[in-house]
């Protein structure tokens, strides 16, 4: 990968400001309880917190899945809360990818019409140069005509990311890519996720309960019933474990 390839940081591509999200069910469970939390251009950031925290609440929302029930929730200076269907789901399939922990590939369809379905889905022109490049930054030459069974779980989630960047999204939201895979494989992928956004200026937004997986972000923030607690920049795995141990005794 060239560094010529990397895109300054310009700006937050992801506001959420002051997000509140209580689930019907349970007697109401309030998920999300006055989030306000930015990401900036072309960085990484870990999102973590004990179980049932509300890091896939706040991902979900922030990426436009979910409707918050107060609050705002700006893409790229674009205010989504105020967009009704289907201009939703048009904004989010220009501007965000996703990479799930398990994977959510279609084994219907090959690998390489795996990573183009995000921009037929969007209606877009498939930009076929940049996806075989992604296909080689991922290691992935060769095995587009595959289909995803034929591949084993790291060689997946590869796919899932290059479907992610094939379409040049402002920021790719990460649930928990590495829960599925071992430590090796895990190791590799986040390093993909690291160099997407050194040498190509991704943003990314990661959900995980991994102390090592988040020593790989810039930054990480913390979640506890619903609320950020606080945050890390730098995050090595010792004071990110400190920090998990700090907020699940709260
Ligand atoms: N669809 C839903 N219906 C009812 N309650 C929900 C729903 N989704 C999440 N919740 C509740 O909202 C709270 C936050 O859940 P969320 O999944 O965002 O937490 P999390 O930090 O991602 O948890 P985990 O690490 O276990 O995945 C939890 O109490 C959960 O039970």
């Not at 700006?11 to 469970?29: H, Q």
């Not at 069974?149 to 992610?164: D, E, I, K, P, T």
Request: aromatic share 4%.
């Amino acid at each position: 990968m060239r560094n010529s390839d990397v895109t300054p940081a310009r700006g937050l591509v992801v506001e959420v400001l002051d997000v509140t999200k209580t689930y019907a069910g349970g007697g109401g469970v309030r998920a999300l309880d006055g989030v306000s939390v930015a990401f900036e251009a072309g960085s990484f950031c870990a999102v973590m917190g004990p179980s049932g925290s509300g890091k896939s609440t706040l991902l979900h929302c922030a990426a436009g899945l979910d409707r918050p029930d107060s609050g705002r929730v700006l893409l790229a200076g674009q205010d989504i809360g105020g967009l009704r269907e289907p201009r939703l789901t048009e904004a989010r399939r220009q501007r965000v990818g996703f990479v799930f922990q398990s994977y959510n590939l279609m084994d219907s369809l090959s690998v390489w019409h795996n990573v183009l379905l995000p921009q037929r889905l969007a209606g877009t022109r498939p930009d076929r140069d940049w996806a075989r490049e992604v296909m080689r930054r991922v290691g992935l030459t060769g095995r587009e005509d595959d289909r995803p069974g034929q591949l084993s779980g790291g060689q997946r989630q590869r796919v899932a990311l290059a479907r992610a960047l094939a379409s040049r999204p402002e920021v790719i939201f990460a649930d928990e890519p590495t829960g599925a895979l071992d430590l090796s494989t895990g190791r590799e992928v986040l390093g993909l996720l690291r160099e997407a956004v050194d040498q190509i200026g991704t943003t990314i937004v990661m959900v995980t309960h991994d102390p090592t997986a988040a020593a790989w972000a810039d930054r990480a923030v913390f979640l506890a019933d619903g609320r950020i607690v606080t945050e890390l920049a730098d995050p090595t795995a010792e004071k990110v474990a400190a920090q998990m141990t700090a907020v699940t005794i709260r």
